[in-house]
């Protein structure tokens, strides 16, 4: 991208910030704004591309008009330390540049944006070539090391970490220790950031670490001492923690207590176990998530499920409305893995065989992803949204109950024509209850002078 370009975005992110209804926070378990409105943020993880060099996809100058189109109000942006800190305190200053317009490009859309410092299996000389994030000379002595491959004998690479996860542990709990070197270089990389985006105002906070391993006590003194980092710069931060990856089966339980952090997310992740395969044998989601809310909420703080998905196979389709469904009734955010516009029949993901993008390489939403209504901003306490798709001859509706506060301002839908068949849905609502639809927003605006529980119903 020119700079005369960069310059343009940067200008109008600055100016943008006013389409952002104040700074993000978590309060009583809930993302609010500076109204103390209930915020729900939907959205994906960007570009599988992020992981391997180039390290530079997300170049479509319509990607966030398209995806704010589709009522995204967040993504989770990958940030790779190998791409950054060649060695150490030997930095390429234009990979962080590139990755600052991204955010500005997401902010002249509407679109929040969380950092996200990911890696698998730590780096892509681990796990036989299969992993990603982190730069070589940050490997531990003694760690076996390969070429990187990340091709298709990479493919159903979790299967590679249950298989060596004494060996993935123990590497973790390397880096873990507080006098290895490159624990400190990964502490001033959080310094860096923040220091970059602390005046951002669609830059909510900080993802610290992707599906961790190793022990559960030393990750929790990392999140601790890297939110401390990221706060001497950026104070305002919301903390995304994550529990170790393979409690994103739902097979496990995670080992983490109660880290003492304010203004703190819980940000697990969920994939059913044969869900890579492209085969469900129906397991559920819920009993998860009933778990993570109940930690959450023991912790103060709020969910984000930061990546769910599935390849685009047969029961693609019921696999995932199973997750939003969950989603919806209680009101927890979300950000879907992935969105990848490099996607092709080829190459697939294009990182160690994945096929979890949501898109087709012409642009279009496969079966792993229906775009649908949700309550992104509720004046009020949340309620439970319900949404159910068009089926035989039964028409899509939708409903969405809460309990209104006037002085929080007004409640919005985003409300999808495509859901609808690609016209404007037939509102009604309780008693006291004023909604304007706006078809080019695609955003159905409720406000009501009472207090109390209101409805809307869609059809």
């Not at 929040?112 to 070589?136: K, M, N, V």
């Not at 930061?306 to 047969?314: N, Q």
């Not at 949404?387 to 007004?410: K, L, M």
Request: a neutral charge.
């Amino acid at each position: 991208m020119n700079k005369f370009l960069a310059s343009i975005l940067t200008v109008i992110a600055v100016t943008s910030t006013s389409a952002f209804a104040g700074d993000l926070r978590v309060q009583n378990g809930r993302f609010v704004d500076s109204q103390g409105a209930t915020v729900v943020l939907r959205g994906f993880n960007l570009s599988q591309l992020h992981k391997l060099p180039p390290f530079r996809p997300n170049n479509d100058p319509l990607l966030f008009q398209k995806l704010a189109a589709s009522g995204v109000n967040v993504v989770r942006h990958q940030f790779n330390w190998e791409a950054y800190e060649k060695a150490p305190n030997v930095y390429d200053e234009s990979y962080l540049d590139y990755y600052a317009e991204i955010v500005d490009r997401a902010a002249a859309a509407g679109i929040y944006t969380i950092i996200d410092i990911h890696q698998d299996a730590f780096s892509r000389w681990t796990l036989d070539g299969c992993g990603e994030g982190f730069p070589l000379w940050a490997i531990p002595k003694g760690t076996k090391v390969s070429e990187p491959d990340n091709g298709k004998k990479c493919w159903f690479w979790p299967l590679r970490v249950m298989a060596q996860r004494a060996d993935v542990d123990a590497l973790f709990n390397k880096f873990y220790a507080a006098d290895y070197m490159p624990r400190e270089r990964y502490m001033i990389l959080l310094e860096k950031l923040a220091t970059r985006f602390a005046g951002y105002r669609n830059v909510i906070g900080y993802d610290l670490l992707n599906e961790p391993m190793g022990d559960a006590t030393l990750l929790k003194k990392l999140y601790v001492d890297g939110i401390a980092r990221v706060r001497r710069h950026d104070p305002q931060a919301i903390a995304f923690i994550e529990p170790e990856m393979l409690t994103g089966s739902g097979l496990e339980s995670t080992k983490l207590t109660n880290p003492m952090i304010s203004n703190l997310a819980f940000a697990p992740h969920y994939y059913d176990a044969t869900i890579y395969a492209s085969v469900w044998l129906g397991g559920r989601y819920e009993p998860t998530a009933a778990k993570n809310r109940a930690l959450a909420k023991s912790w103060g703080a709020a969910v984000l499920l930061g990546e769910y998905g599935t390849p685009a196979f047969a029961l693609a389709p019921n696999y995932i409305e199973m997750i939003y469904n969950d989603m919806d009734k209680f009101g927890d955010s979300g950000t879907q893995w992935g969105y990848t516009p490099e996607w092709n029949p080829t190459t697939l993901d294009g990182w160690n065989s994945e096929d979890l993008s949501v898109v087709d390489d012409k642009g279009n939403f496969r079966s792993n992803y229906r775009e649908r209504p949700y309550a992104r901003r509720t004046a009020g306490t949340y309620g439970t949204l319900t949404a159910q798709p068009a089926w035989f001859v039964f028409p899509a509706t939708s409903s969405y109950s809460w309990t209104h506060n006037p002085a929080q301002g007004v409640t919005e839908i985003f409300v999808p024509k495509s859901f609808f068949y690609n016209r404007s849905p037939v509102v009604t609502t309780t008693v006291g209850v004023n909604c304007n639809f706006n078809g080019a927003k695609q955003m159905l605006t409720c406000s009501s002078s009472s207090a109390g529980v209101k409805q809307v119903t869609l059809k």
